[in-house]
């Protein structure tokens, strides 16, 4: 559906228009509702009305908000919020909405018009107003002296897709040439309606609104031209293992290959990096290697150029996004970009746009710039960069930017002064690596011969290992790492390898050695290599970029690096000049790739990292690694170095780890012991003094001072767990004990939490970490043994809501999530916990299991949108308090309210109201009773002055 959309509005004596915000969100004209809170709302082409409750209005703005809780979801877009700041016209603005004069059958039913014109921002200044001038005249006058435009009133006022303002009067003597309008800029000033969007909609409105400056002529049709050639370079990426599928194999569409991983702000609570992007206009994203950072990046830049982004990320939608991967700007020698040259970073399949566009975007705050790759700019240039970044972001104000980088690659808060928030991904869940495997097979399945390969027996044999090899899926927390263990497990039928190490080794020989000839593929380009041949040469390049600090690399450079290695390859050498070699790599190994003309790279960091390790070690360079310690681009280096180190040479590596890391402080010693920790943890052999110092060098940074540490040494796994101190500490030492254990968390981390849980531990500490546990150990040996009367307990996954009925003493319990009427009925209906909530719930509709549990004397109901107003009629006779937020009420619910007879307290927060106001006098009757609202206008409160003093009423 178009972004340039309107709705019906329709009051008691007359019929509006309205601009949707949001689902279940409309704006409208004030006077359209003559003072009335309840309306209906008309789609067009739908038969049914549906009933609005206004939520604010303003007569002085002439303006309202409407929220429906029920609504035809395929008739629902969003719109992006638009203020003007220029003084000079604005051409090319529309109108849409329903006036009289496009009525039909018999004048009775409205229908959609569109107007164009320009709206004028001097012209309404002294009144400040928005006048919108027609580019012709929209309608003649009527015999009967009415407005052919009435009806008009409220409807949305769009530059390109943004929403300017409403409609709110024809003015008289200009011949219906003009429309004085509501700018949306003057309702984002109106702190009543900034608190009645954010609680309708769900998310704040946004504290800088997109600006409108004017248009050139060929700005937007180069933007769509900019935006289609977005879509040509990102919406297809190269998953691995796929590339002996073919080309339709290999490339797989985005929209199939992305998955929504968890990160983490400060506070430790983890959320969908989409929810996180939404509500932060800046972020610098820490990520690992294979984390999913660039495929962020591409996914984010193709969707927000297309407006097809979810409503989590929905004010992104209709950005212009800037691609700026920082690798190649690096490989080309260029120095960071000027607003003019942001356009060209990306070297997209487009031509050159008119002169001043991306300034003119930027200036309009419509600009979304997504930095890849911070980490791949030398170290001596980072404060550069950290220059080049803010200046343009303090000229642009309004520009939303992500920025990727590897986890230590810049100091924390490195670009707060420029109103960055940090965020890490995180490693992927179970639940996650279901979902990549799932849609890795997929993919394979687009060209596999179903009579010699059953992928459905092998994916449902992998997932069976995930679930029961914990080691396995230790090794697939990132999706290029999962992408490596499908891949393999393919191609073995079902045998994989037990180390990182070893999981890249066989993924090199895969595409080195064995690829070629299963695909029945001789020598193309007349050379034949081996695998061994063909690492001797990637990997001298790997060692040169790496030693560079670079990822990507010309022709000429390459070239150079193979010119030198060719003289001690003669095999190799008679076969072809070094430009044929070049094509043969490039075309044969699966591991160089050509990212824009003429710059190529490896087909992930991680393979440039692997094969650069193994050229130190070979030519016994440990000493060179080492002196890169304290860089962060050289962890992969010296992580997958161990793998290839001897006997002789590991204990150099691990302990020149170690003492990099005793000469550096806070967070970068932990970083390094670890480091050295998974150096030697999958050592096929290690004398035992290095084993020791390795194991004193974690346990002296245990347990974790701050979340940073917290999240490096739960890299280390279950490795960590016999290291942390014994139960008995202080609360502190024993909290942070048990936060690295949840942290660890799966089947090895149980043990560990159950002798707390035995030595007397707070049951606070282990309530809301459940989830990260199996659902049914943790709950028989841990929760199980503690005092739960007074500590929640949250549940948020099925698994966990089977398992209540076994913890009957638990006093207070958390039920968040989407969970029905009648799961909720099989574990709560009888529960004796005293406290319980309900929260975040689209499906719940029904509770009158709670009617059979006697012992519930609090209860709490959160954001439960299909509950009906009268939910808790005949509800728990021993209910003495009940707080409601954003949940609906009506006269109806509160009399069901009355029937409680021990109710004592009652806490109304930001109700969903179906009548015009809220009427407390079903209340009057109870004994006593203590009642507050929070965010309902006093003169919409009726029967307030029999409570006297137990009322409370907050904004």
Not at 690 to 712: D, F, I, M, W, Y
Not at 790 to 797: C, E, F, G, R
């Amino acid at each position: 559906m178009s972004r340039r959309a309107a709705v019906a509005v329709l009051g008691e004596r007359r019929q509006g228009t309205g601009a949707a915000l949001a689902p279940g969100t409309v704006l409208t004209a004030a006077h359209v509702l003559d003072g009335r809170t309840v309306c209906d709302i008309a789609f067009p082409g739908h038969e049914r009305r549906f009933a609005g409750t206004v939520v604010w209005s303003d007569d002085r703005l002439d303006a309202a908000l409407v929220h429906l809780t029920q609504y035809p979801t395929r008739y629902w877009y969003r719109s992006t919020p638009l203020r003007l700041a220029t003084d000079r016209p604005v051409p090319r603005c529309e109108i849409v909405g329903l006036p009289h004069v496009q009525r039909y059958d018999g004048d009775r039913k409205p229908d959609l018009d569109q107007y164009t014109g320009t709206v004028l921002p001097l012209a309404g200044l002294i009144q400040r107003t928005m006048v919108f001038e027609f580019d012709r005249p929209p309608a003649v006058e009527r015999a009967d002296g009415r407005s052919p435009l009435a009806g008009l009133s409220g409807a949305p006022v769009f530059a390109g897709d943004g929403l300017l303002g409403i409609v709110k009067e024809v003015p008289p003597g200009r011949g219906h040439r003009r429309v004085h309008c509501v700018p949306l800029g003057a309702l984002a000033r109106d702190a009543g309606f900034r608190n009645a969007y954010a609680l309708v909609v769900g998310s704040p409105l946004p504290n800088r609104l997109t600006t409108v400056t004017g248009a050139h002529p060929e700005d937007r049709a180069y933007a769509e031209e900019y935006a289609e050639a977005l879509g040509a370079a990102y919406r297809r990426t190269k998953i691995f293992g796929l590339d002996e599928l073919g080309r339709r194999g290999s490339e797989w569409d985005l929209d199939t290959a992305y998955l929504s991983l968890e990160a983490t702000p400060h506070d430790p609570a983890p959320q969908r990096i989409e929810d996180l992007l939404g509500s932060r206009p800046r972020v610098l994203l820490r990520g690992d290697a294979g984390a999913g950072k660039t495929t962020l990046v591409w996914w984010l830049a193709a969707h927000a150029a297309a407006g097809t982004l979810g409503p989590e990320l929905d004010e992104l939608n209709g950005l212009v996004p800037f691609v700026l991967p920082l690798r190649s700007l690096r490989a080309r020698g260029g120095a960071f970009p000027t607003p003019a040259e942001l356009p060209g970073a990306a070297r997209l399949p487009v031509d050159a746009p008119p002169d001043g566009w991306a300034g003119r975007v930027l200036k309009a705050g419509t600009g979304l710039l997504l930095v890849d790759g911070l980490d791949e700019v030398p170290q001596e240039d980072r404060e550069a960069a950290h220059a080049w970044l803010s200046a343009l972001l303090d000229r642009f104000p309004g520009t939303r930017c992500l920025v990727t980088v590897r986890p230590l690659a810049v100091e924390p808060a490195w670009l707060e002064q420029a109103g960055f928030e940090e965020l890490t991904l995180l490693p992927m869940r179970d639940g996650d690596i279901r979902a990549f495997v799932a849609a890795w097979h997929r993919a394979a399945r687009l060209d596999a011969d179903p009579v010699h390969e059953d992928l459905d027996d092998l994916e449902r044999d992998l997932s069976q290992q995930f679930e029961q090899n914990p080691t396995l899926s230790d090794l697939a927390r990132t999706p290029l790492l999962c992408a490596v263990v499908c891949a393999l497990h393919r191609l073995r039928q079902g045998f994989l390898p037990e180390t990182r190490w070893a999981l890249y080794e066989s993924a090199l020989q895969m595409l080195l050695g064995a690829r070629d000839k299963r695909r029945s593929v001789a020598a193309p380009e007349g050379i034949a290599l081996s695998v061994e041949e063909h690492s001797q040469l990637l990997q001298r390049v790997a060692a040169w970029l790496v030693r560079g600090g670079q990822t990507e690399f010309t022709r000429d450079q390459v070239l150079h690096q193979l010119n030198r290695a060719l003289p001690g390859m003669p095999r190799v050498r008679e076969q072809g000049t070094p430009e044929a070699v070049l094509t043969h790599l490039l075309n044969r190994s699966g591991l160089l790739q050509e990212r824009a003309d003429g710059v190529f790279q490896f087909a992930h960091r991680t393979f440039q990292d692997f094969l650069s390790a193994k050229e130190f070690v070979e030519d016994d360079n440990i000493k060179e690694m080492l002196g890169h310690s304290h860089d962060q681009q050289w962890h992969d280096v010296l992580l997958l170095a161990a793998g290839h180190c001897t006997r002789r040479q590991l204990p150099v590596l691990v302990n020149g780890i170690l003492r990099a890391g005793d000469t550096a402080k806070g967070d970068r010693r932990t970083t390094l012991y670890v480091l050295a920790a998974l150096c030697a943890q999958h050592a096929a052999w290690l004398d035992e003094p290095t084993h020791e110092r390795t194991r004193k060098a974690v346990r002296s940074v245990l347990p974790p001072g701050n979340h940073t540490q917290l999240r490096e040494l739960a890299r280390l796994g279950p490795y960590v767990l016999p290291l942390l101190p014994e139960p008995g500490a202080q609360f502190d030492e024993e909290n942070r004990t048990l936060r690295m254990i949840h942290e660890v968390g799966g089947h090895a981390a149980v043990p560990h939490a159950r002798r707390f849980a035995e030595a007397g531990a707070p049951a606070s500490l282990f309530t809301s970490d459940w989830d990260r546990y199996p659902a049914r150990e943790y709950a028989r040996e841990v929760l199980a043994l503690l005092d739960l009367q007074y500590a929640p307990v949250l549940v948020s996954a099925r698994a966990q809501l089977v398992q209540l009925a076994g913890l009957r003493e638990a006093g207070s319990v958390i039920v968040s999530g989407d969970f029905g009427d009648a799961e909720l009925a099989d574990a709560l209906e009888g529960y004796p916990a005293r406290r319980v909530r309900i929260q975040d719930n689209r499906l719940v509709s029904d509770l009158r299991f709670l009617g059979r549990c006697p012992g519930i004397q609090e209860l709490a109901l959160s954001h439960c949108p299909a509950l009906p107003p009268d939910a808790l009629a005949g509800g728990p006779v021993g209910l003495r308090s009940v707080h409601l937020t954003a949940v609906r009420l009506s006269t109806r619910g509160l009399e069901a309210l009355a029937t409680l007879p021990g109710l004592r307290s009652l806490v109304v927060e930001y109700p969903l109201l179906e009548e015009e106001g809220l009427d407390l006098k079903p209340l009057h009757g109870i004994p006593a009773p203590g009642v507050h609202i929070k965010g309902v206008p006093k003169s919409r409160i009726s029967g307030r002055r029999p409570l006297g003093d137990r009322l409370a009423i907050t904004p």
